[in-house]
C-alpha cells in the first residue's frame, strides 16, 4: 500500500490517504505522477509563490529497494526560477527512508505563518515549529535535527531558500541537491524549513523481486562505465572534454580551457579523503573531499562535474581549492552550483563588456577573480548588493540590466545552461532546448555519441549507425533524444539514478521491464514502458503549451547559433576544426515530426489520445 | 592482414576520414595498432591517443561492436572503432 501526505501549511492540517495505485503506475512513480498532480491542481493563473502553488517530494516504486541505484526522489511545484513546470532530483539515503516510512508522495499546499518542519516517524506524521532552526545553513539544520531524531535523514532548506533566491536547491545527506530550477525558494516561501523521516522498516518487497535486484546490482556494478565512474567520479571528464571542445569556458564563449589539467580529476584527487555512494549503489561515484587549510579550508562531498565546470572554466578559475570551498558554500547555503557559476559567469561577462560595473563594496568583476567568486556566492545567497540582481537568475537578471545583457543570459526558458558545449554536442544542444523545465543535460542525456556507446549504437539504432554516433552531426540527433527523453523519464519515475540506465547503459529497458513487473501492480513490456516515459513528457509539455509555451520557447541563447566555434589541438594549439554552429531549426523540425507535435512543438489530439493522454486536449491551443 | 578502422568525433575531424581499411601486420594488439595511426597522422592524433607514452583511459576501443582492451589482438577483417568517452556530465 503506498501512501501520500496531504499537508496544508495554512490550517496545518494533514490528511494521509492511499495513493491511486491506477494512476500511479500509468505514470510510473516519483516524477511521472507529480507532474500528473502538478497539472491537476497547478494551473496557468497560479503563481509560483503562493500558497496555492504545490511543492511535491515523491519516490518511485524501485527507491528504497535493494534495485541498483534506487536513491532517488523528485521535488516538483511550478518553478519560481522559470515560471513554469518545474522540478528537481536528488539522491543519498533521504528518498529510500521517505519510502521506507510508507511514504510514496508528500503534497504541500498553503504557507506556515511561521517556520515549521514536517517529522515522519514511520506511520507519525507531524508539523513542528522551526523558528530555532530559520537562517541556520543547511549542514547546521542537518546535524541538531540527526541529533534530536537519531537515526533520521533529513531534507532542508538554507538561507538562499528563505530569501526565495530563485536558484536555491533543498539539500539533504549534507551534500546531496535537488538543485534545479528553485524549488528551494518554493519550499522557504512556504515557510517549511525541513523534512524529517525515520522508519524502523524496509520497504516490502518479494523475493522474485529481490533475486533481478541483486542480479542487476552485479551487472551495473561491473559496468566498464560504472568502473570508471568509481575510479575517477564524474570529474574525470574534465580532460576528454576539453580535448573535443565540451568543456564551457567564460560562459560558453569557448569550449576549450587553456589550464584544464589544474581542475580535473588528478588535481581533485588531491583533496580526496574518501569515495562513496548513495543507498544502494554499486558505482559509487561520490568523491568527498577536504581542502586542509587557508582561506578556503572546506570538507565536502563533491565537487561533481558540473560544478568544477560552473566554477572553474566557466567562470575563468582554475583554483581547485576555490572549486571545492564553492560547492561547500552553495550547499551550505542551498544553491543550484550550476545556476550560481551560470550567474556569476553572466556578471563577469557583463562587466568585461560594460554592462556591469564593479559591485560597491570593492568586489572586482573580472574573470576568474576568486574572491569574487566566493562573495558573489554569499552575496546571492543573502540578496545583498548585485546578489539581489543575480538570485533572480540570469534570465530576469539580464532583462533588469537591459542594455543588451540578454545576449550573455545563458540560458533556455529560464533555466541556466549546464556544462555542455551545444556547437560540438548536437544531441546535447537539442536535449537543452525541448527539455520541459529548461536547459537540462539530465532531461535527455543523450550520450550514445559522447560516450562512443558502439555496443548502444549498434543495439539501439542499427539503422542509423555510425552516422549517429558522431557528435557533431545534427543527422540522427532527433531520433536519439525522442528515445532518451523517455529513457529518462522513465529512471526519475522509477527512482534510479540514470549512471545506471542512459548514461553508460549498464541496464536497457528489458532489465528494467523484468524487476517493475515483480512490483504490485506494475504491468509492461519494452513498448509500453517507453510509451510510459514518452506519456510523461508529453503530459509536461502540456503543462508549458497551457501557459503558452511553444516552438518560440525550445530556442538556445543565439551565441550557440550565430557565434562560431573552433576546436583546437590543446598540445599544439593547430586548428582541427572551425565555424561550428548550431542548425537548431532542422533538428527541432524532426524532432516534433518523430513526437507526432505540430510544427509549433505542441502535442497534436491524436498524439495526446493515443498515450491515454486524451484528458489533456481541451486545453490544446495549437493544432 | 587487413582490417577496418573507425573514427569518431574529434579523431574523424583529425584523420579525415569516417573509416578506411588499413594493412597491419598479422596478430596486432590495440595498443601497436594506436602506435602506427599515430604515426600516420602526427602528433594531433597522438596527442588525442596518448599521454607519456600511455593511452589515455578515456580512449576506447570497440571491435565488431564490443568493448575490448588495448591488449586485444585483431584478426583478419575486424571492424574496429575507435571512440573517445566523454558522456554527459
Redesign the interface.
Known amino acids: 500500500m503506498a501512501l501520500t501526505a496531504f499537508v496544508d501549511l495554512s490550517t496545518k492540517k494533514i490528511s494521509v490517504s492511499e495513493t491511486p495505485m491506477d494512476i500511479l503506475t500509468m505514470y510510473l512513480g516519483s516524477r511521472g505522477y507529480a507532474a500528473k498532480i502538478l497539472y491537476d491542481n497547478v494551473g496557468p493563473e497560479v503563481e509560483p509563490l503562493s500558497e496555492e502553488n504545490y511543492l511535491i517530494f515523491s519516490t518511485g516504486p524501485f527507491t528504497g529497494t535493494p534495485w541498483p541505484t534506487s536513491a532517488r526522489y523528485t521535488v516538483t511545484a511550478k518553478s519560481p526560477l522559470t515560471g513554469i513546470y518545474g522540478y528537481s532530483n536528488s539522491s543519498g539515503f533521504f528518498g529510500p527512508e521517505l519510502r521506507k516510512a510508507g511514504f510514496d508522495v508528500l503534497i504541500f499546499t498553503g504557507k506556515s505563518d511561521k517556520p515549521v518542519m514536517l517529522v515522519i516517524e514511520d506511520a507519525s506524521i507531524s508539523l513542528e515549529d522551526a523558528g530555532e532552526l530559520w537562517g541556520l545553513t543547511t549542514d547546521k539544520t542537518e546535524k541538531i535535527l540527526r541529533a534530536r531524531y537519531e537515526g533520521s535523514r533529513v531534507a532542508s532548506i538554507g538561507p538562499a531558500g528563505e530569501n526565495l533566491v530563485k536558484i536555491s536547491s533543498v539539500i539533504n545527506d549534507y551534500g546531496r541537491a535537488a538543485a534545479r530550477t528553485g524549488m528551494g525558494a518554493v519550499m522557504g516561501y512556504k515557510k517549511l524549513k525541513a523534512i524529517v523521516v525515520r522508519s524502523s522498516r524496509e520497504v516490502p518487497i518479494t523475493p522474485a523481486f529481490k533475486k533481478i535486484a541483486l542480479k542487476m546490482m552485479g551487472k551495473t556494478g561491473k559496468h566498464?562505465?560504472s568502473k570508471?565512474l568509481r575510479k575517477?567520479g564524474?570529474v574525470?571528464?574534465v580532460?576528454?572534454?576539453n580535448?573535443?571542445?565540451?568543456l564551457p569556458t567564460k560562459n560558453h564563449r569557448y569550449g576549450q580551457f587553456d589550464r584544464a589539467d589544474r581542475i580535473n580529476a588528478r588535481s581533485l584527487n588531491r583533496y580526496l579523503e574518501k569515495n562513496d555512494g548513495c543507498f544502494a549503489c554499486p558505482i559509487r561515484c561520490s568523491r568527498f573531499t577536504r581542502v586542509k587549510e587557508g582561506k578556503y579550508r572546506a570538507r565536502t562531498e563533491g565537487p561533481?562535474?558540473?560544478t568544477t565546470?560552473a566554477f572553474g572554466p566557466l567562470v575563468y578559475n582554475d583554483n581547485m581549492e576555490v572549486i571545492i570551498y564553492a560547492n561547500l558554500l552553495c550547499n551550505r547555503y542551498g544553491m543550484d552550483t550550476i545556476s550560481t557559476g551560470a550567474a556569476i559567469a553572466f556578471a563577469m561577462e557583463c562587466h568585461e563588456n560594460g554592462l556591469l560595473s564593479d559591485p560597491e563594496d570593492k568586489i572586482s568583476l573580472k574573470w576568474g577573480d576568486e574572491d569574487t567568486i566566493v562573495k558573489l556566492i554569499e552575496k546571492i545567497a543573502f540578496r545583498e548588493g548585485i546578489g539581489d540582481l543575480l538570485a533572480e537568475g540570469v534570465r530576469e537578471a539580464s532583462k533588469k540590466l537591459g542594455k543588451g545583457a540578454e545576449r550573455y543570459a545563458m540560458h533556455v526558458k529560464g533555466l541556466e545552461m549546464?556544462?555542455?558545449e551545444p556547437r560540438v554536442t548536437k544531441g546535447?544542444a537539442l536535449g537543452h532546448s525541448t527539455s520541459n523545465r529548461g536547459a537540462d543535460?539530465?532531461y535527455a542525456?543523450?550520450?550514445i555519441?559522447?560516450?562512443?556507446?558502439?555496443?548502444a549504437g549498434?543495439k539501439l539504432f542499427p539503422d542509423l549507425m555510425?552516422k549517429i554516433?558522431?557528435?557533431?552531426d545534427e543527422t540522427y540527433k532527433p531520433e536519439m533524444v525522442v528515445y532518451t527523453e523517455a529513457c529518462s523519464a522513465i529512471a526519475d519515475s522509477l527512482g534510479i539514478c540514470k549512471f545506471s540506465t542512459i548514461?553508460?547503459y549498464a541496464l536497457y529497458t528489458e532489465d528494467i521491464v523484468a524487476g517493475l513487473n515483480e512490483l504490485p501492480g506494475y504491468d509492461y513490456d519494452e513498448e509500453t514502458l517507453l510509451q510510459a516515459g514518452e506519456r510523461i513528457v508529453n503530459l509536461e509539455r502540456m503543462y508549458n503549451c497551457r501557459l503558452g509555451l511553444n516552438r518560440k520557447d525550445d530556442q538556445l541563447p543565439d551565441r550557440f547559433l550565430t557565434e562560431k566555434m573552433m576546436?583546437l589541438?590543446?598540445?599544439?594549439g593547430?586548428v582541427?576544426?572551425d565555424g561550428l554552429t548550431v542548425n537548431l531549426r532542422y533538428m527541432l523540425d524532426k524532432y516534433y515530426s518523430l513526437r507526432g507535435w505540430s510544427k509549433n512543438g505542441v502535442p497534436t489530439r491524436a498524439k495526446l489520445e493515443s498515450l491515454g493522454l486524451g484528458w489533456l486536449t481541451d486545453d490544446l491551443r495549437d493544432t | 592482414m587487413e582490417i577496418t578502422v573507425?573514427y569518431?568525433?574529434?579523431l574523424?575531424?583529425?584523420s579525415q576520414r569516417?573509416?578506411e581499411v588499413l594493412n597491419v601486420p598479422a596478430g596486432i594488439t590495440i595498443s601497436g595498432l594506436m602506435e602506427l595511426i599515430g604515426e600516420k597522422y602526427g602528433?594531433?592524433m597522438r596527442?588525442?591517443l596518448f599521454k607519456n607514452n600511455k593511452l589515455?583511459?578515456?580512449v576506447?576501443f570497440?571491435v565488431n561492436?564490443?568493448?575490448v582492451k588495448q591488449n586485444y589482438r585483431l584478426k583478419a577483417y575486424d571492424e574496429l572503432?575507435i571512440?573517445?568517452?566523454?558522456?554527459?556530465?
Not at chain 1, 569 to 572: F, S
Open positions: 566498464p562505465g570508471n575517477w564524474t574525470h571528464l580532460d576528454p572534454k580535448m573535443v571542445g565540451d561533481e562535474y558540473e565546470n549546464p556544462m555542455q546535447m543535460h539530465l542525456l543523450p550520450t555519441d559522447l560516450a562512443g556507446n558502439v555496443e549498434e555510425p554516433m558522431e557528435p557533431t548514461e553508460n576546436v589541438d590543446i598540445e599544439t593547430r582541427i576544426k | 573507425g569518431f568525433n574529434i574523424k575531424d583529425i569516417q573509416k602528433d594531433s596527442n588525442i589515455r583511459s578515456y576506447l570497440a561492436g564490443r568493448l572503432y571512440v573517445m568517452s566523454v558522456t554527459g556530465g
